[in-house]
């Protein structure tokens, strides 16, 4: 379970922090970094199930930036813990949205989508593996519980991280 600079979105609390469980004496340095990847995908699944309960249906994901372009495992990763389409643009989008809508003002194009079909580049698509996607939804059940129970103080171990956080030394926020 990872939190970046605390939950900002579900649980709304910016001073948890994450955890990892399950370690024994031959984790490595590199199941570290694989469990990072698949806590952030595992987070944003919880983010997209609650879209889904206020009727925001997420069909694919469009994963942008240096680091989706070079790494095929959190790609891979995040198309079977979502269960969706992953789709890695070729090539830089920093600001493409924001230039859509402008030829969109400008009369440019006529539609969203024209304008995507003539300005954005190419992607791969990176799609869930079935078997992979099964394992996956028993994490998440699992996972879904760890979040809600360490990180919502009304549950019964929602003050664990805190107190974790309190007691890792002065000037250390719960």
Excluded at 43 to 58: E, Q
Excluded at 116 to 133: G, L, M
Aim: proline share 5%; charged share 20%; net charge positive.
């Amino acid at each position: 379970m990872t939190w970046d600079n605390g939950d900002r979105t579900v649980l709304v609390n910016p001073n948890l922090r994450g955890i990892t469980l399950g370690w024994n004496l031959q984790s490595t340095a590199q199941d570290e970094l694989f469990a990072a990847i698949e806590g952030t995908a595992l987070h944003t699944r919880v983010i997209f199930d609650r879209m889904a309960t206020n009727g925001v249906r997420v069909q694919r994901v469009i994963n942008a930036g240096g680091i989706p372009q070079k790494n095929e495992v959190l790609n891979r990763v995040y198309a079977n813990v979502l269960g969706r389409p992953v789709l890695v643009p070729t090539k830089s989008v920093t600001s493409l949205g924001s230039a859509i809508f402008a030829f969109l003002a400008a009369g440019t194009f006529k539609t969203i989508e024209e304008a995507q079909d003539k300005i954005c580049p190419p992607f791969r698509v990176y799609e869930p593996d079935a078997s992979a996607q099964r394992v996956y939804d028993d994490l998440y059940r699992l996972f879904s519980r760890l979040y809600f129970g360490f990180g919502d103080k009304r549950m019964e171990m929602g003050d664990v991280l805190p107190a974790l956080i309190q007691l890792s030394g002065p000037g250390q926020k719960a």
